[in-house]
């Protein structure tokens, strides 16, 4: 049975010696390892080895002093012997090494697979390693010294230029710093002198750092004072499931704005707007997160003012309307049926007489007839009385059929069934919208089909709108506001406003038009 090949590595570099040791264990051989030339002598006094792989340049005695003392023992003269090294690999590096005895001369730029043939091909020569050089131990001597010499030389002239370059990257390095020194200190100065409030929060909401206009929104005296608590802890109870939320979306790598209010440490109530974008590390990991925060307490006062003006205006259009149906319906309606009544009892009487003047009469009746009717309808559209008593979906139901009668366009509603009936101001409100964006499909679409859902979803109304109509361009009706109005978009909006809801619109030119609004039924947080 072969017995395994064991190998003697010689080299001063730990970790090289370990790497090659461990690849050619891998491979089948058995290795032992020494520091320099004189710890593998005495390795050899005491073991057996088929090969000696060393590298030259080592402290004590070097690989090419191993060599000649090798090849002058006669138990050791014929022991394969290979170089490897990474320094002395110039011609004359490898001249001088097999004139001392080396079997192979190896750089370690190679691979392992390189020095594993080495190894089998020294070994099998048999043991016909070829002799040194017949020279004295002082030539030997003299000419390894001027080999040393030269690489010393040589050693010293790259150190010199590593030196030169480390003094100009030291140099660099020190601009740099103070380049960047002088960058924080001007940023610190931006910081400190932003009216807004500027923070440094960790991924678990902790308050790392906060400009001084910040600590002015948190009434803190000092950073100290705030500093390692959560900035959770000071937010309105109702907001803090949103806001954690929020800190945690950032967490994830995205960035967004959140309102929310907040309580100082004195007891003052403020709406604030927070811009947070993720800070990340080296290997892209969220390691905080960095916030804009304003206060925004006089923007939601005057937004609600606003919002309460634009009520009470709608309102009083709705109260005005009210009026003037009531009137169309009790004094204009009665007084031209009336009118009628007389007509048709006057025509009566001429009928037999007059043919023509009855024609006359005849068609001025029928006017009048279509003159009523149109009145009821105006009135009814002012304000329906179905909505006052049977509530928002049958007042819709009906506008709808009205709406399909006139135009010939196929309405398809539906809607869920309500427990309760809707606050009036949002069955007021939700029933112009509609009826505002049927008189635009109307006008505009040039559509045949119209889809109407109107739902209850939790704590919020959806209504959905679509037709399949002509559509538009969004971005052109924005640049060219009049005709924004013209479709009556504005309106939609500051109607869905007031009653705190959100409308989404999409379109495009030929692909209709498809409206979502989404009501809360829920009390909304006061400003």
Request: aromatic residues 4%; charged residues 30%.
């Amino acid at each position: 049975m072969n017995q395994p090949v064991k190998i003697l590595l010689v080299d001063d570099e730990v970790t090289g010696r370990q790497v090659l040791s461990l690849a050619l264990q891998e491979r089948g051989f058995h290795t032992s390892q020494a520091d320099d030339g004189q710890i593998a002598l005495e390795a050899l006094e005491s073991g057996t080895f088929d090969v000696v792989i060393s590298d030259v340049l080592m402290p004590r005695m070097d690989g090419y002093r191993l060599c000649y003392e090798m090849r002058k023992s006669e138990r050791w003269k014929s022991l394969p012997f290979i170089i490897y090294t990474g320094t002395y690999t110039a011609p004359e590096d490898e001249k001088l090494g097999m004139e001392f005895g080396a079997n192979k001369y190896l750089r370690k730029t190679g691979s392992v697979d390189e020095v594993v043939q080495a190894v089998q091909e020294v070994l099998s020569s048999n043991g016909k390693n070829p002799p040194p050089e017949q020279l004295g131990e002082l030539d030997v001597m003299k000419v390894y010294s001027e080999r040393l010499v030269k690489k010393l030389e040589e050693k010293n002239i790259e150190l010199g230029n590593a030196h030169a370059r480390l003094l100009h990257s030291n140099r660099e390095l020190t601009k740099l710093a103070e380049e960047l020194k002088d960058s924080e200190t001007r940023l610190k100065a931006i910081i400190d002198n932003e009216p807004e409030c500027i923070k440094l929060t960790s991924p678990d909401g902790i308050l790392l750092d906060m400009n001084p206009a910040g600590l002015l929104m948190v009434e803190a005296e000092s950073l100290e004072q705030i500093a390692g608590h959560k900035i959770v802890d000071l937010v309105e109870v109702h907001d803090r499931k949103r806001y954690a939320d929020f800190h945690q979306s950032i967490c994830r790598g995205e960035s967004g704005i959140l309102e929310f209010r907040l309580i100082g440490l004195r007891g003052t109530l403020r709406w604030m707007e927070t811009h947070a974008v993720p800070l990340r590390n080296n290997a892209g990991e969220v390691i905080s997160v960095l916030s804009v925060t304003r206060d925004i307490s006089e923007k939601r006062h005057s937004d609600q003012k606003f919002k309460e003006l634009a009520q009470r205006i709608i309102e009083t259009q709705e109260l005005e309307r009210k009026r003037i149906a009531r009137e169309l319906h009790d004094s204009v309606g009665q007084m031209l049926s009336s009118v009628k009544f007389r007509i048709q009892s006057a025509g009566e009487k001429i009928q037999s007489q007059k043919s023509k003047i009855w024609k006359d009469l005849s068609g001025a009746w029928t006017l009048l007839e279509q003159s009523i009717h149109e009145i009821r309808r105006i009135a009814h559209n002012l304000r329906p009385s179905i909505l006052d008593d049977l509530g928002l979906i049958s007042a819709v139901r009906s506008m709808c059929e009205e709406f399909g009668e006139r135009t010939s366009i196929t309405v398809n509603l539906r809607s869920s069934r309500f427990p309760n009936r809707l606050p009036p101001e949002v069955e007021l409100s939700v029933f112009r919208i509609i009826q505002e964006v049927l008189n635009n499909v109307e006008q505009h679409s040039k559509a045949t089909k119209l889809a109407l859902q109107i739902q209850q979803k939790n704590s919020h109304l959806l209504v959905r709108i679509k037709d399949n109509g002509k559509g538009f361009d969004p971005l052109g009706v924005q640049k060219q506001r009049s005709r924004a109005r013209g479709y009556g978009l504005d309106g939609i909006r500051e109607r869905v406003a007031t009653i705190g809801g959100q409308v989404q619109l999409q379109t495009e030119l030929n692909k209709g038009v498809e409206i979502q609004i989404k009501i809360p039924l829920e009390k909304q947080a006061p400003p």
